[in-house]
């Protein structure tokens, strides 16, 4: 079955724009959570979504936000970006929310 | 919190060698256990879990991880390694949160494997 589909794979943004990733989960999947990975600050939880609601947030700025449609697709947007924010963004999904995750390749985002 | 540490930030180790990748973890509750393997320009896969019973929990690609819970550790092992082991390892814990399992990660392993 198909795997954990992110887009796009990589993208670059000016400062003080905004950017919207898309995930797609493997099918049957309704928890859909996002990490943020960078060299600095390792692997980082940003939020979580489960049959379209928000269950859990990481410590983020309001700025990073996302939500899930119905078909358990999820989307994260980030408004007002900054140098900072260039990272790659991985996705995971899992069946309920636990006991392991399955993640996508990712999307590099690079802020410029 | 719960948090995990990786010891080694980077294990050099030579084809055929058998390596040994550290993770120690703290908390207060009970966890599940996870190590992920990740290739350069690659997301995360999952090698191995564990979650509860046996103690020592083989994954895919070779890998074995024993879980030790008086020492709070979950080290990764392989007997023989090959050069297409090169990637980052992550130890992750999950953390029960409203009935969702929040991953934390380590700060990872690089492990680099040499002919």
């Known amino acids: 079955k198909a795997g954990v589909t992110q887009t796009p794979r990589y993208l670059i943004k000016t400062r003080g724009q905004q950017v919207t990733l898309s995930c797609s989960p493997i099918?049957?999947?309704?928890?859909v959570s996002w990490y943020q990975q960078t060299p600095g600050q390792g692997l980082q939880f940003l939020f979580e979504?489960?049959?379209?609601?928000?269950?859990n947030k990481g410590n983020f700025p309001g700025r990073f936000s996302g939500r899930q449609f119905s078909n358990s697709r999820s989307e994260m947007n980030v408004s007002t970006l900054e140098l900072g924010d260039s990272a790659l963004y991985l996705c995971?999904?899992?069946?309920?929310?636990?006991?392991?995750?399955?993640f996508g390749s990712g999307t590099r985002l690079t802020v410029v | 919190a719960q948090s995990v540490t990786q010891l080694d930030s980077q294990v050099p180790v030579f084809e055929e060698a058998p390596v040994e990748l550290r993770c120690n973890y703290s908390?207060?509750?009970?966890?599940?256990l996870f190590w992920y393997v990740q290739y350069p320009n690659q997301g995360l896969q999952l090698l191995l879990k564990y979650l509860s019973g046996s103690t020592l929990v083989k994954g895919i690609n070779g890998f074995e991880a024993e879980f030790n819970k008086s020492q709070t550790s979950f080290h990764l092992r392989k007997p023989s390694v090959h050069i297409s082991d090169t990637a980052e390892y992550f130890c992750a814990v999950s953390v029960d949160n409203t009935g969702f399992q929040k991953l934390v990660f380590g700060t990872g392993t690089r492990l680099l494997v040499s002919p």
């Open positions: 979504y489960f049959s379209e609601t928000q269950r």
């Open positions: 908390s207060s509750v009970s966890v599940y």
């Open positions: 099918s049957g999947h309704r928890s």
């Open positions: 995971a999904s899992s069946l309920d929310g636990a006991y392991g995750y399955t």
